[in-house]
Nanobody
Framework: QVQLVESGGGLVQAGGSLRLSCAAS????????MGWYRQAPGKQRELVAT???????NYADSVKGRFTISRDNAKNTVYLQMNSLKPEDTAVYYC??????????WGQGTQVTVSS
């Protein structure tokens, strides 16, 4: 089992920045990649960014150039630096851990609200 705990959400004005953190614990040897997803009210959960153990990253088109995913392997922590935030970035952000090609474990989520 893997446990994921997100932190760093909050309320920010449009154009501002936030950094989300995801602390992972448990059977991390089985995990090959980590990711961030988000879910806005009335919408489906969507992929924001992923990062493999080797550091390869992937981003949704809507956040490219504004968000950066990174990881500190020594701390088993993944980060999502979010810059130039827009009201449409408002959502609950979830951390995910992958054993293969789809998320196997989820965090509880952290709310990000961007005011206009």
């Amino acid at each position: 089992q893997v446990q994921l705990v997100e932190s760093g959400g909050g309320l920010v004005q449009a154009g501002g920045s936030l950094r989300l953190s995801c602390a992972a614990s448990g059977s991390m040897l089985s995990i090959n990649a980590m990711g961030w997803y988000r879910q806005a009210p009335g919408k489906q959960r969507e992929l924001v960014a992923t990062i493999t153990n080797g550091g390869r990253t992937n981003y949704a088109d809507s956040v490219k150039g504004r968000f950066t995913i990174s990881r500190d392997n020594a701390k088993n922590t993944v980060y999502l630096q979010m810059n130039s935030l827009k009201p449409e970035d408002t959502a609950v952000y979830y951390c995910a851990a992958y054993r293969y090609n789809s998320p196997d474990y989820w965090g509880q989520g952290t709310q990000v609200t961007v005011s206009s």
